[in-house]
């Protein structure tokens, strides 16, 4: 995602001091993640819980750079199964790592990585026959 633009319609809601987060920051979520974000999981964001990337009870804050979206299911994953790392960066990609080191990363959908995903040609522009006049 793009920086900030200070607009309050465009911009991150602010954080916010308890473990809830605020129905902004819930809506900011849904909009940016649109499922759930544990690589290879397509549960809709209408059914998903918030969560701390980095936990609330490890001093992990309650604000959108630390929140993401995660399915009822991965979200049990990430916080009871031993040794999952999960990491959000500033751009909204989620990086997982599994207990035997692979890595998976999600983005946001829109967000793309240009060294791994270039954008598409455009479209061809349709060659017109060059076609002579008759004769008569």
């Known amino acids: 995602m793009a920086a900030d633009c200070g607009c309050s319609l465009l ?12 129905a902004a920051q819930e809506r900011f979520l849904r909009l940016r993640d649109r499922t759930c974000r544990h690589p290879g999981c397509g549960q809709p964001a209408g059914r998903i819980d918030a969560d701390h990337v980095v936990p609330y009870d490890c001093g992990g804050r309650t604000a959108c750079e630390n929140l993401c979206c995660l ?3 991965h979200h049990r994953l990430k916080t009871f199964a ?24 999600t983005r946001p959908p829109g967000l793309r990585d240009l060294t791994a995903q270039p954008a598409l040609p455009g479209p ?11 004769p008569f």
């Open 71 to 73: 399915c009822r299911t």
């Open 11 to 22: 911009g991150r809601p602010a954080s916010v001091a308890g473990h809830d987060p605020s």
């Open 124 to 134: 061809r522009r349709a060659e017109v026959p060059t076609v002579e006049p008759p």
């Open 82 to 105: 031993r040794g999952w790392r999960f990491a959000l960066l500033p751009d909204g990609t989620l990086q997982v790592t599994t207990p035997s080191g692979v890595t998976r990363t």
